[in-house]
């Protein structure tokens, strides 16, 4: 069964931490993204990337950044965590051509910074 | 200034009855319509999509209406099930947008046996 994994479900981080969240995907999806999750906002573009080594900007990049060193895996980093920062993060992938009818999301990660 | 809008943060209907669910957007390049379905403690799914070509797009008890003069779009279930309830997210995208997918904020629906 094809699937995006989100290595956490939960996460409880102190402010100032480096926190990683880690996707994985087993579908050889080119493209790969993160979103954050947040009550009356919806879902946030954060990052996505095309390929390896390639990343892009989504709409609310600050405080984060990404790493994509191999096709299969796309790494959220948060430099220094902040509370505001609390929120559910979802990653998800497709293939280029299916124009994201096809976005795969993982469960999500439940990330509290305290 | 939320491009995609869904105004109704919830919506509780009877099952067997229709359930309507609305979502507006302010871009007028956006072409490509989607809704995707998330349960709790899972990632939101696919549902149903719309190319702006069309007005009409009808999966089983799913159809997807769209209105492009007045830039809104209905998600219609009929009839609905307790297994509807869940909260739907309307996105929009266009050709232009290196695929990416602008959400609204969500409308929890719920279904009363």
């Known amino acids: 069964d094809v699937k995006v994994t989100q290595s956490s479900r939960y996460l409880v981080k102190r402010t100032g931490e480096k926190v990683f969240l880690e996707c994985v995907q087993d579908?050889?999806?080119?493209?790969m993204f993160w979103y954050r999750q947040d009550p009356g906002l919806g879902l946030r573009l954060i990052y996505f990337?095309?390929?390896?080594?390639?990343?892009e900007k989504g709409d609310i990049p600050e405080g984060y950044s990404v790493s994509r060193e191999k096709k299969e895996r796309f790494s959220l980093i948060l430099e220094s965590a902040s509370t505001n920062q609390t929120s559910m993060y979802l990653c998800?992938?497709?293939?280029?051509?299916?124009?994201?009818?096809?976005?795969?999301f993982g469960s999500g990660t439940q990330l509290s910074v305290l | 200034d939320q491009q995609v809008k869904q105004n109704s943060p919830s919506l509780s209907v009877q099952e067997g009855r229709i359930s309507i669910l609305n979502c507006d957007y302010t871009?007028?390049?956006?072409?490509?319509f989607l809704w995707y379905k998330k349960y709790p403690a899972e990632g939101p799914t696919f549902l149903i999509s719309?190319?702006?070509?069309?007005d009409k797009n009808e999966d089983g008890r799913f159809t997807v209406f769209l209105n492009k003069s007045a830039k809104h779009l209905s998600l219609h279930i009929v009839p609905s099930q307790p297994g509807d309830s869940a909260v739907y997210f309307c996105?929009?995208?266009?050709?232009?947008?290196?695929?990416?997918?602008?959400f609204g904020s969500g409308t929890q629906l719920t279904v009363l046996p």
């Open positions: 998800a992938s497709s293939f280029p051509k299916d124009r994201n009818e096809k976005l795969l």
């Open positions: 579908m050889d999806h080119e493209n």
């Open positions: 990337s095309y390929d390896v080594k390639m990343k």
């Open positions: 871009n007028s390049m956006f072409d490509y």
């Open positions: 719309i190319s702006s070509i069309k």
């Open positions: 996105a929009a995208t266009s050709s232009g947008s290196a695929r990416q997918l602008t």
